[in-house]
């Protein structure tokens, strides 16, 4: 049986050899392609025959439907139908706020492989501060100050009139000249005088965005190439984590994590696996040493 160390290595990926279908628009196989080719030895074909801004659109002239995994699953399926391939991979992100303080811009994003020949779906994620925001602006100053702070040109931006659900919206800004141009023909069309601006969350004008892709995509990689050690399908990963590891001060169980339980995208098979041999919790994390 392969040793854990050997299951997580590029030897044991399921995918050497594969061809394994992309679907995008917005040029996310230059981060996503790499993130999957080098650990599973496969090749990733981009395909291009589908627009999926029909599935959804940040700049909201097309609504997404469903959840942000529904998304990005139905993208893949899409991308591997039309190559012919048994095996797709496809990302979405999503915008909020982040966990920590609930007041600043926050992205998750997914990468999604569709395994139709093994019957399993792998999910990679990752998620970090974004750049995003909003401004409605009647003055060239304040529309420049905002396209400082939110990284432009090398983040590019979106301008319409009025309000953020004005269909007279001009995308692709990222230069100073397209974006003073945008700026004033917006706030001449607007009847409150105010241009809407907004950063353009699509993944080719976001690098910040990019990024989290090129994790997310990483992440997918590291479960792709864990094997299960009962079926050998793809995607033995941590399915649990269990609290317990005791307080070095007095021994009580503490709610940080002392065991994972790992189990199998395909089978019933689960291994309860520790995680601090012999480790001991701050007290500062203990609710009897730190109430």
Known sequence: METETERLVPGGSAYAGERISLLTRHGKERVIAPALEGPLGCTVELVSGYDTDRLGTFTRETPRHGSQLDAATRKARIGLALLGASVGVASEGSFDRDPFTGLLPWNIEIVVLVDDARGVTLVGSAQGAAKSGHLYADTWEAAERFARQSGFPEHGLVVRPDNADDGRIIKGLQSWESYAEAFWRSKALAASGMAFV????????????????????????????SLCPSCEAPGFW?????????????????????????????????EDREVRHGGRADPGRCDICNP
């Not at 969350?201 to 590291?222: K, V």
């Not at 649990?240 to 098979?269: H, I, K, N, Q």
Request: hydrophobic share 40%.
């Open 198 to 225: 907004e950063v353009d969350l699509r993944a080719h004008a976001n690098p910040t965005r990019m990024g989290l892709i090129r994790l997310a995509a990483e992440d997918l990689a590291s479960r792709a190439c």
């Open 238 to 270: 941590v399915v649990e984590r269990r609290g317990g590891l005791p307080c070095a001060s007095c021994g009580f169980p503490t709610r940080e994590t002392l065991s994972e339980v790992w189990g199998c995208a395909r089978c019933d098979v689960r």
